[in-house]
C-alpha cells in the first residue's frame, strides 16, 4: 500500500515556505491593553459629552482620561509591543 499524506502537514508545506503562517492573536501586554482601553473611553466620554450640549465639563474630563491614558502608554513602553 503507499502512503497517504496527512493533509495537516500538507498545508503546513504549503504555508511554511510562503510565510501564510498564522499569526498570534492579540499581541501585547495587559498593561498596554488597559492604556488602550483608558484612551478609548476618554475619547467615548468626549464625544458623548459633544452630543449631549455640548457639555465642556464631562468633554474636558474626557481629554484628561486621553492624556493620563498618553502618559500610561509612554510609562508602559506601549510602542514596544508592536511586532
Known amino acids: 500500500m503507499s502512503e497517504t499524506s496527512n493533509p495537516a502537514s500538507v498545508t503546513e508545506a504549503v504555508k511554511a515556505p510562503l510565510g501564510l503562517d498564522e499569526?498570534?492573536?492579540?499581541?501585547?501586554?495587559a498593561t498596554s491593553w488597559v492604556c488602550t482601553a483608558l484612551v478609548t473611553i476618554g475619547f467615548v466620554i468626549g464625544g458623548v459629552a459633544m452630543c449631549i450640549g455640548p457639555n465642556w465639563v464631562l468633554f474636558w474630563v474626557g481629554a484628561a482620561i486621553v492624556v493620563i491614558g498618553g502618559i500610561w502608554g509612554a510609562a508602559v513602553r506601549i510602542f514596544d509591543d508592536w511586532y
Open 23 to 29: 499569526p498570534d492573536a492579540h499581541h501585547g501586554r
